[in-house]
């Protein structure tokens, strides 16, 4: 026969198995009575239950920011899953060339075959490199916005939430424990078993009252977790700031390089623009980006554009900028010549109807100046 020890350890396995079992079975049983209504149960009080479905609620939405931030940063879904493989392994990623830095090597190679000294060769020289320097912003984004942002809601996620849900499950097996005792001294006939009972009762509402304490105080901290939070969304907004600005400085200084928006148009539309007028070969700036430059630089024009607007009747109108009709609804324009326009009810803001002798159609306002 085994020796007395090793009797004591396996009957006390045994026992402990036993008793585990029937805590898991007791718990099973209490569940299943509340759920079809035929036990009582101890809710939370109120403000616990408060603090319950905030931590919730910041964990779904957090969870969803930081994974669309992903996405944001990092479109291609194959180089999201390496990089946090890699970070899982503690190791860094193998640097990959982002698709503006692609872009800006294609332009430079073919602008290196078609001759730097060619128009268009030189032009795509000049934006390859800029297309590079994006790429380089875009990189330093990811970075900060990766340290700053991601990493702290990331932290929450899979660190304090994740301890969070633990003692939760904790707290409702502690209720499970108490409200099963109570049933069980309901049941009590018997002084002896209802003195076994009540005592099994206290223990219980003890245990169940610490460990509410205990959730309690970690999910007050969800407070703080927010506070957090909102300095680091301070910073990922300051590290996008510095990102568009860098871009914008870029196009900025590549546009005076490739010189086809001549600052001296928006300066004073009443200049000649055979020194300056784009022509049809160069790029036509788009109507939205002559539209935002416009505004800035000429508000007097635009409020007479809104006085024709809101007239029925026609002006004469020089025309800036060659511009292609995109569709049969609108009509092709000529640097410099001069046409009938006017407005019809119902018509987009940016827009005006445009006349050429027995043509017309549609203009944008942009690519405009109104003569007295």
């Known amino acids: 026969p085994p020796p007395p020890s090793k009797m004591n350890i396996m009957d006390f396995n045994v026992k402990k198995l036993a008793a585990d079992a029937g805590t898991f079975l007791s718990r099973a049983v209490q569940f299943t009575e509340e759920k079809l209504g035929q036990a009582e149960k101890t809710e939370f009080d109120a403000h616990l239950e408060n603090l319950l479905s905030k931590a919730e609620c910041t964990k779904h939405w957090t969870e969803k920011i930081m994974k669309q931030t992903e996405v944001l940063l990092?479109?291609?879904?194959?180089?999201?899953?390496?990089?946090?493989?890699?970070?899982?392994?503690?190791?860094?990623?193998?640097?990959?060339?982002?698709?503006?830095?692609?872009?800006?090597?294609?332009?430079?190679?073919?602008?290196?075959?078609?001759?730097?000294?060619?128009?268009?060769?030189?032009?795509?020289?000049?934006?390859?490199?800029?297309?590079?320097?994006?790429?380089?912003?875009?990189?330093?984004?990811?970075?900060?916005?990766?340290?700053?942002?991601?990493?702290?809601?990331?932290?929450?996620?899979?660190?304090?939430?994740?301890?969070?849900?633990?003692?939760?499950?904790?707290?409702?097996?502690?209720?499970?424990?108490?409200?099963?005792?109570?049933?069980?001294?309901?049941?009590?006939?018997?002084?002896?078993?209802?003195?076994?009972?009540?005592?099994?009762?206290?223990?219980?509402?003890?245990?169940?009252?610490?460990?509410?304490?205990i959730t309690r105080l970690l999910l007050e901290g969800i407070s703080s977790t927010h506070a957090h939070h909102l300095r680091c969304l301070n910073d990922f907004v300051e590290a996008q700031m510095t990102y568009y600005a860098q871009c914008y400085q870029y196009m900025l200084d590549l546009q005076k390089q490739l010189g086809s928006f001549p600052s001296t148009v928006l300066a004073n539309n009443n200049q000649s623009s055979s020194t300056c007028a784009p022509s049809s070969s160069t790029t036509t700036p788009s109507a939205s980006v002559t539209a935002s430059l416009s505004s800035i630089s000429n508000s007097a024009a635009s409020s007479s554009f809104v006085e024709l607007k809101s007239s029925s009747g026609s002006r004469k109108a020089r025309v800036l900028y060659d511009y292609d009709a995109a569709n049969s609804s609108e009509l092709s324009l000529l640097a410099d010549e001069v046409i009938t326009v006017y407005s019809i009810p119902g018509m987009d803001s940016d827009w005006l109807m445009g006349e050429r002798g027995n043509q017309k159609g549609k203009v944008p306002i942009t690519y405009l100046e109104l003569l007295n």
């Open 74 to 213: 990092q479109p291609n879904p194959n180089a999201r899953i390496e990089e946090f493989v890699y970070e899982k392994l503690d190791r860094k990623a193998p640097s990959r060339i982002n698709n503006p830095e692609l872009l800006g090597q294609y332009m430079v190679d073919s602008g290196s075959e078609f001759g730097p000294g060619t128009a268009y060769g030189n032009a795509l020289i000049k934006c390859g490199e800029t297309q590079k320097r994006i790429g380089a912003a875009d990189r330093e984004l990811i970075q900060t916005a990766a340290i700053n942002f991601l990493t702290p809601l990331r932290n929450f996620i899979e660190g304090d939430y994740k301890t969070i849900t633990k003692e939760r499950k904790l707290l409702q097996n502690k209720r499970l424990d108490l409200d099963a005792a109570k049933t069980r001294l309901k049941k009590a006939k018997a002084a002896e078993a209802r003195a076994a009972s009540e005592q099994e009762v206290r223990i219980a509402q003890s245990e169940f009252d610490r460990q509410a304490e």
